[in-house]
């Protein structure tokens, strides 16, 4: 069965870094578009970033452009998202799936997720 496994999450100063890190399995990873999505307390889940099937193209969302980083392992069928210069607002439970609009993004269940909680 597809699924997607979400680690990295933490609590951080404003100004520091993680990086997150997303497992998929049970569908053909190197297939599809990859996104990380997020999502604030009392809020909508929102896009962040998307990586094309070969990584040569990427997408982010105007609140996390130039901070953020999406970049995969096809081999490994990971994705990863590389937050540099945290806010505040960046505060969120963080998702990975594929693209929207595909079976597996309507079909499959989100993973658990990975809070990061940027805090001073």
């Known amino acids: 069965q597809v699924q997607f496994v979400e680690s990295g999450g933490g609590l951080v100063q404003p100004g520091e870094s993680l990086r997150l890190s997303c497992a998929a399995s049970g569908f053909t990873f190197s297939s599809y578009q990859m996104t990380w999505y997020r999502q604030a307390p009392g809020k909508e889940r929102e896009l962040v970033a998307t990586?094309?099937?070969?990584?040569?193209?990427?997408n982010y969302a105007d609140s996390v452009k130039g901070r953020f980083t999406i970049s995969r392992d096809n081999a490994k069928k990971m994705v990863y998202l590389q937050m540099n210069s945290l806010k505040p607002e960046d505060t969120a439970v963080y998702y990975c799936?594929?693209?929207?609009?595909?079976?597996?993004?309507?079909?499959?269940?989100w993973g658990q997720g990975t809070q990061v909680t940027v805090s001073s």
């Open positions: 799936k594929t693209d929207p609009g595909n079976r597996i993004y309507r079909t499959s269940p």
């Open positions: 990586i094309s099937t070969t990584g040569g193209n990427t």
